[in-house]
């Protein structure tokens, strides 16, 4: 999944764009704005799609991108960002950071983490960490909206399957008026284990748009059309070009009909 | 008899004018309320459908859906639910088999209540195996339900 904004940061990304079926996944949207060591790419993270011969999840879209321990994406597109809004969605398997915004010391001002229990958000060094109670092995979405002019970084959590309502939102205060975002990685920049992200997106000033569960095919309704592409990915006949996994448990299978149906029966609506 | 007397009719006319599947909605104002028919001519080339129906009084409304969709074929199952004053109707297949061409006799739905306004079709849809949606049209066999696909 790859989505660039007008407007945005560092909206780099894995993954194939919008033509959908054939196109192989790629990771030449990151290593913009000239990151650490020049590259996009450390320690080899892989993208690829859910039937590859190596299966690669994914949240939504085709593509995914999996990582190994120090290996994660970067992009040197914020520069000197005083605010800083990123969103991506993370698969709880593996236990360390998955996310990290630095400055230009290469010192970490954001950092997103699962611990096996927890998701953990903190700012830079001397800050007290935010909590969020999570499952392993389940999609999480994650908004982080740092502010150096009002000192704080914001955070908005949900996953697991939990209706949007049920995010939990907080702010760490302390953040330094000079602190400044100038490089972005994803992936698993430290830790043990296998993780997967997908779906990053940051911007300046305003909030990235969740995902909407169970929207197989994009189009920003939840109805019978959701349910029969679900099936096809079910049935391993076609991958979902949207967002089929509905609770959000890393397989597409007959849950994921019942619980979108459910959705379309109760007149749910995207974000 | 002339309930299907008029379905008939109505498919002979949109019949000829396209091979889109059509869904004919019946309306029969009884004493207290309206019963539904629900009818519908399929092309072959849906697996999957999906209908609102805006009931007059919302939730306060009393509506029987154990008829709702259960002529389906074999292949298929549907559910049909109130949700905010609404009908939903969905009709699939658990390995996206095609509705067979032809009409299909879908149920009945029971509206009773105080209200003296028509129920409102606002919805009908069907998709192919691919999910995309296909040509539908949709035809009132009487007054006494109404259509506003704008809604």
Not at chain 2, 38 to 54: H, P, R, V
Request: glycine share 12%; net charge neutral; with cysteine.
């Amino acid at each position: 999944m790859k989505m660039n904004r007008i407007a945005a940061v560092a909206a780099a990304l894995f993954g194939l764009a919008a033509a959908q079926s054939s196109m192989a996944c790629s990771l030449t949207a990151w290593g913009q704005g000239n990151p650490p060591g020049g590259t996009g790419a450390v320690g080899g993270p892989v993208t690829g799609e859910p039937d590859d011969a190596v299966p690669v999840k994914r949240y939504s879209g085709r593509c995914g991108l999996q990582a190994g321990p120090a290996a994660y994406v970067q992009d040197g597109l914020p520069t000197a960002e005083a605010t800083y809004n990123a969103q991506f969605y993370m698969f709880t398997a593996a236990n360390g950071t998955y996310f990290q915004a630095d400055d230009a010391a290469a010192a970490a001002q954001i950092k997103v983490s699962f611990n096996g229990s927890n998701i953990v958000v903190e700012r830079s060094a001397g800050g007290t960490p935010a909590s969020v109670v999570a499952a392993a092995n389940r999609w999480y979405r994650v908004l982080v909206k740092f502010n150096a002019t009002a000192g704080t970084l914001g955070y908005t959590v949900r996953g697991g399957g939990a209706a949007e309502a049920t995010a939990v939102t907080g702010s760490i205060p302390g953040v330094v008026s000079t602190a400044r975002i100038e490089t972005a990685k994803l992936g698993l920049v430290t830790g043990t284990g296998t993780a997967t992200v997908d779906a990053f997106e940051s911007r300046r000033t305003s909030d990235p748009t969740p995902l909407c569960r169970g929207d197989a095919n994009a189009d920003g309704i939840l109805n019978v059309q959701d349910r029969i592409i679900i099936t096809n990915e079910a049935l391993a006949t076609s991958l979902a070009n949207g967002q089929p996994d509905v609770n959000e448990d890393g397989i597409v299978n007959v849950q994921d009909r019942i619980v979108v149906t459910t959705r379309a029966l109760n007149l749910d609506v995207c974000p | 008899m002339r309930k299907n007397l008029l379905i008939a009719s109505l498919l002979l006319v949109c019949g000829a004018a396209s091979a889109n599947d059509t869904l004919v909605v019946t309306g029969e104002k009884a004493k207290g309320g309206t019963a539904i028919a629900l009818d519908y001519s399929s092309s072959g080339s849906a697996t999957g459908f999906q209908f609102k129906i805006a009931i007059p009084g919302g939730d306060k409304a009393k509506v029987n859906l154990s008829g709702c969709l259960k002529g389906l074929p074999a292949t298929h199952a549907g559910v049909c639910q109130m949700t905010k004053g609404v009908v939903i109707g969905m009709a699939f297949s658990d390995n996206n088999a095609l509705l067979p061409a032809g009409m299909l006799s879908l149920g009945t739905i029971s509206v009773s209540g105080a209200s003296s306004q028509a129920p409102t079709v606002i919805e009908f849809l069907a998709a192919d195996q691919a999910g995309n949606k296909i040509a539908t049209s949709l035809e009132m066999g009487s007054d006494a339900v109404e259509k506003n696909l704008g809604q």
